[in-house]
């Protein structure tokens, strides 16, 4: 009932069901896409119990509630009649700047799977952990059973981007997964380090073994398929998303059902494979490269501009436009430097709230800092940056 309220306050104060393009959320906070952002009453939200505080940034309008958010978005949906909009890729209203663009497509394409890939990773490091300590071995039932449960989301990692992105892009989800599915394709992975029938810009810093053609164009695959790729799929339906778009202007009503799809997808699929595939690798391997040269060049300078400037790139939720660097990383190289230097950031921050908790003889305040701290261990720290650290100020500028 309390939640059933407070989303009924808040749709009231972003400036109605009306004023709402879409609507999503992350861990701690709700997304608004508003056509009007003047609209919002943001010193009301600010002032409700129940909500920690409002941002604006990356072009959208965020409400941040809290690690109770899941609960507080089912009721916003419910009692705003949003379903669509909880799915819309309706662009208009403020849209921002290229960059306010870029971190909501970030953010949008990303945001949906974090919590599985938090989760499949916790159980990859359980997995390491039982083999270091003995507990079981690589050839038991178990360990195959959870290394499968740990690896399948990475693995098959295009074909949720390719439902996330293609959510996010307006293209039918199923098309998205499809293209996803052809690139992880076992028979397409196997052909990457098969016999090469001749090499592209052969003695380049370009060189490119090619192991198959189609239609007598060469196709060149990456070393081990694109399984575990990012870039890629993106780039693929962000394409294919035009490629429907035009498909549905010119094909009839009464064939759209099934032609649209398959031309969209006989279309994108070559596509990708001949150009957009091996253009994005090449563009994965630059930034990888980029990212590590810039830490080889100073690991303690990158530390303390990632490690210093994380919690406030928090704030504006402008952290997302290194989230998907990170992970291309981790595809590429199996490491990655951006995330390691990132990790203290959380419990610096927590550290705070403990010194805090300990000091305050405010009472409001101690009961907030205990669940902020909780949250704080696992990595989120929006409860208590909005919550305490940033209004004493103090303990937010120690932290980072």
Known sequence: MA??????????????????????????RLRFKLKDEAKANTETLKNMDGVVTVMKSGGQYQVVIGNHVPDVYEQVLKEGNLGNAAESSDDSGEKGNAFDRFIDLVSGIFQPVLGVLAATGMIKGFNALFIALGLMTEASGTYQILNATGDALFY??????????????????????????ALVYPSMAGLSGGETLYTLFEGTLFASPVVLEFLGIPVILPQGGYGSTVIPIILAVIFAAKVEKLMKKVIP???????????????????????IGPVANIAANLIGAATLAIYNFSPAVAGLVIGGLWQVLVIFGLHWGLVPVAINNLTVYGFDPILALSFIASFAQTGAIIGVMLKTKEQKVKTLSIPAIISGLFGVTEPAI?????????????SC
């Open 3 to 28: 939640y059933e309220e407070l989303a009924k306050k808040i749709i009231d104060n972003v400036g109605g069901t009306e004023n709402v393009n879409s609507v999503t959320h992350c861990i701690t």
């Open 156 to 181: 098959f990692f295009p074909i949720f981007l390719g439902y996330t992105a293609a959510k996010k892009m307006g293209l039918a989800p199923f098309i998205g997964m499809a293209l996803g599915g």
């Open 253 to 275: 009503d009464v064939i759209k059902l099934f032609i649209v799809p398959f031309t969209t997808l006989l279309i994108a699929v070559p596509l990708t494979f001949i150009v």
């Open 386 to 398: 909005y919550g305490i650290s940033l209004p004493l100020k103090k303990p937010f500028i120690i």
